[in-house]
């Protein structure tokens, strides 16, 4: 995945920075290839400060992780607002989290971009509206 932009959903993260995680060999092998920063929107930030407020340090790892600029926020939901909600309704099946609608309209704004995730349901998403979304995903 040289060159390639890496925007990140929660799921690696957590499989990342918590050993008992049963993705954490195969996080850490992706995080030890991919080239940071990586991209993200607040509302992963907000799911991943959830998902480790019960790991030790783990909100504390988050930060300094945006602190040192390996994650950046890049992206504001209220300019693509009306995108976003395109999707969420698109995908209202499935169902489509806000978290996920901000992360593919980010793979549509991110040139040369790919998503990083656990979640299989990034399979059945598409950018600009039928366009396969590259996926760092396990098998």
């Known amino acids: 995945m040289e060159n390639k932009k890496v925007i990140i959903d929660s799921g690696p993260l957590v499989a990342f920075l918590n050993k008992s995680d049963q ?51 890049q992206f504001h939901l209220d300019d693509e607002i009306n995108a976003v909600n395109y999707l969420l309704k698109k995908y209202s099946n499935v169902p489509m989290s806000l978290a996920d609608s901000c992360l593919v309209r980010m793979c549509e704004q991110i040139s040369n971009s790919v998503i990083c995730t656990l979640d299989s349901d990034f399979r059945t998403y598409r950018k600009e509206r039928r366009n396969i979304i590259p996926l760092i995903i396990p098998k």
């Open 23 to 73: 993705y954490h060999l195969w996080a850490k092998n992706q995080f030890s290839q991919l080239k940071p920063p990586f991209y993200t929107c607040e509302s992963v930030l907000s799911e991943l400060l959830f998902l480790m407020q019960y790991i030790k340090n783990g909100t504390a790892k988050i930060i300094a992780l945006l602190d040192r600029d390996l994650i950046k926020i």
